[in-house]
């Protein structure tokens, strides 16, 4: 099998526009949730959110272009511009051998909305010919395939909160099985409107802790009430070892292992099984390592977080043999498709600069989640080996492992 690496990686969320200062904020604890602007909130029960703050999508996009695309897709691009340029591609790569696999929960959320409502007071006539071919989640890949003449495969995930970690795996499988020597994995979320937060809140699935926004999302916390939604983009990419190697491309990471599996338990409430098999596959693939960093989902939901903790005690064999384990959650919010891509880039540029970011709002220990989880500040550590986990609605469950390069 044809080995895996990680040449170039870019992220934009609610703490930054670009990876060094978005780490350099989750690292600090600083929090970006905050009351929402995007909408009128009165009549919600949940008012806060991670908004990606300081975005002009004129800077990634022509300025008449921009209606074109929804803003997931305009994050997309962002994260996908810095990946492309921090991978400093030569210009012999072979474009039909470079791929793209990219991923978002919900996709043009906003623009689905937006058209729904010119539809009922406007009529049929009204709507924006660019609605479709802006709101498709495909249409992510679409357009940065565009902007970088990327004509090898183009692939898709939508997979709700797994979405970002499934195109990771998707990612390396197809250049294992020599379908491409170069792929983008790319996922982007922006879900934060009206209808998005009416609809995770009719669910009771998202925290009200409306009144202190920085400390509502609590992974692993014992008052933990809920997710925040969050909204960003990452992008990483993917590049056989040897090709990588011979232009003298930097390596941060070689992908070692992942897993994935279903729940077949319930549309929403995740089983403690499902998680741990598509642990224990990535674990297994890569040669069951030491792990020495689990970036955890960590949800800030009482199940999730609960679910979680027993599944990593019972793959390493007891707490005492768990690694420390985390959540950048609570400072960026649930990014929903994008949280795996972000939390993989998160989780390499940890083991890059040897610190475990903290899992930040942790006050109140919870018995049910008694692993190490880095509470409040972040930790020096010699990183070589860690695991990124994402779960999603309808049991759909990914795990990634990456090993860093010497």
Known sequence: MRRVVVTGMGMINAVGNDKESSFKAICEGECGIDTITFFDIEAHSAKIAGEVKNFDPATVMEPKEVKKADRFIHLGLKAAQEAMADANLTPDIDME????????????????????????????????????????????????????????????????????????????????????EQMLA?????????????????????????????????????ERD?????????????????????????????????????????????????????????YLMAGSPKVDYINAHGTSTPVNDKNETAAVKTLFGGKENCPPISSIKG????????????????????????IIPPTINYENPDENCDLDIVPNAARKADLNVIMSNSF???????????????
């Open 331 to 354: 400072q960026i919010g649930h990014c929903l498709g994008a949280a795996g891509g972000i939390e993989a880039v998160v989780s390499i540029m940890a083991m890059r600069d040897g």
């Open 226 to 282: 809920g997710f925040v939604m969050g909204e960003g983009a990452a992008a990483l990419v993917l590049e056989e070892y040897e090709s990588a190697k011979a232009r003298g491309a930097r390596i941060y990471a070689e992908v070692i292992g992942f897993g994935e599996s279903g729940d077949a338990n319930h549309i929403t409430t995740p089983s403690q099984d499902g998680p741990l098999r598509a642990m224990k596959a990535a």
């Open 186 to 222: 790319v996922a982007a979320e922006s879900a934060i409107t009206g209808v998005g937060i009416g609809g995770f809140a009719s669910m009771k699935a998202l925290s009200t802790r409306n009144d202190d926004p920085k400390k509502a999302s609590r992974p692993f916390d014992a």
């Open 392 to 406: 999603g609605f309808g049991g759909t469950n990914g795990a990634v492992i990456f090993k860093k390069y010497e």
């Open 97 to 180: 051998r470079f791929g793209i696999s990219a991923a978002s929960g919900i996709g043009g959320l906003p623009s689905i909305e937006k058209n729904s409502i010119i539809l009922e007071k406007r009529g049929p006539r009204r709507i924006s010919p660019f609605f479709i071919p802006g709101a498709l989640v495909n249409m992510l890949g679409g357009f940065v395939t565009i902007e970088h003449g990327i004509k090898g495969p183009n692939l898709s995930a939508v997979t709700a909160c797994a979405a970002g970690t499934h195109a990771i795996s998707e990612a390396a499988k197809t250049i294992m099985t020599n379908g491409a």
